[in-house]
C-alpha cells in the first residue's frame, strides 16, 4: 500500500516523558530539537516543554512517582541533510544509535534517523521526500 497524503497534528494533543535524569534529557532534547528548528517552549520546577512534549523528572509533581515505559516519538525534518544533523547533534549529546541516516522501506522517499535518548525511548527524525503541505502548523489562539 503506497501513502500518498499524510495527516498530522490531529490525534495527539500531547505527550508526557517522565525520566530519570532531567539534565541529560534536557541536554539531548534541546540539542536535536534545535537542529529540526524547534525552540524549548520553558522551563519549571521538575520539567521542560517543547510543543506538546512534557519532559519531567521523576520527583516532579506531573510524575506521579513513575517513570514512563519505553517510547518511540518521530520528528518531521525538512530534508534529508537535517535528518544527518539530528543524528549527530543526537550521539554528541547523550543518544545512543538505533539506526543511522537513510532511506527506510516504510514509503518511497522516507528518509530517517533512530536515537535512543538516555532513558531508552526510540527517537526519530524523518523527512517524507517532497511534498506540499497545507500548512507549516496548526495554530490554536486562545
Not at 22 to 44: H, Q, T
Not at 87 to 110: F, I, S
Amino acid at each position: 500500500m503506497e501513502t500518498n497524503e499524510l495527516h498530522r497534528g490531529r490525534l495527539i494533543d500531547h505527550i508526557q516523558l517522565v525520566v530519570r535524569d532531567l539534565s541529560a534529557s534536557r541536554s539531548f532534547y534541546g540539542a536535536v530539537l534545535e537542529v529540526l528548528g524547534i525552540p524549548i517552549g520553558g522551563e519549571g520546577n521538575g520539567f521542560f516543554w517543547v510543543d506538546e512534549l512534557f519532559i519531567s523528572s521523576l520527583d516532579s509533581e506531573a510524575s506521579t512517582g513513575a517513570l514512563t515505559g519505553r517510547h518511540h516519538l518521530a520528528f518531521q525534518a525538512a530534508d534529508e541533510a537535517t535528518v544527518r544533523a539530528f543524528y549527530e547533534a543526537g550521539l554528541a549529546h547523550g543518544g545512543t544509535d538505533n539506526g543511522g541516516p537513510g532511506e527506510r522501506p516504510y514509503h518511497p522517499g522516507y528518509y530517517a534517523a533512530f536515537l535512543f535518548d538516555p532513558d531508552g525511548n526510540n527517537i526519530e527524525a524523518v523527512f517524507h521526500g517532497a511534498a506540499n503541505r497545507s500548512a507549516p502548523s496548526v495554530k490554536i489562539t486562545f
